[in-house]
Nanobody, 126 residues
């Protein structure tokens, strides 16, 4: 079983930046993803990265503002968030893909992922 622990959330003003980290308990070369969930809303796809780190895919709402990356030597995935908006306020979760492939990104549905972290709160003030 893989454990995922997110960190780096916090309170930031509109236009600011934050970098989230997701540390895995063991080596994993599968695709990983970031999702977010705001109060009263469904969990929403944000970004995914292949096991190799060579391929990425983003939700339209964050493309050009967020960057997903990974350091497999540190078993860590990152989400660099810039030009933050109040609508980015949510709990952010990282997740490990079910597919186990190294060269492909994960899916955009929560069901495509098997392990989840506990989440980290991001609040963007207006």
């Amino acid at each position: 079983q893989v454990q995922l622990v997110e960190s780096g959330g916090g309170l930031v003003q509109t236009g600011g930046s934050l970098r989230l980290s997701c540390a895995a308990s063991g080596r994993t070369f599968s695709a990983m993803g970031w999702f977010r969930q705001a109060p009263g809303k469904e969990r929403e796809f944000v970004a995914t990265i292949s096991g190799s780190g060579a391929s990425t895919y983003y939700a339209d709402s964050v493309r050009g503002r967020f960057t997903i990356s990974r350091d497999n030597a540190k078993n860590t995935v990152y989400l660099q968030m810039s030009s933050l908006k109040p609508e980015d306020t949510a709990v952010y979760y990282c997740a490990l893909s079910r597919s186990g492939t190294y060269d492909a990104t994960g899916g955009a549905r929560p069901g495509d992922y098997i392990y989840w972290g506990q989440g980290t709160q991001v609040t963007v003030s207006s």
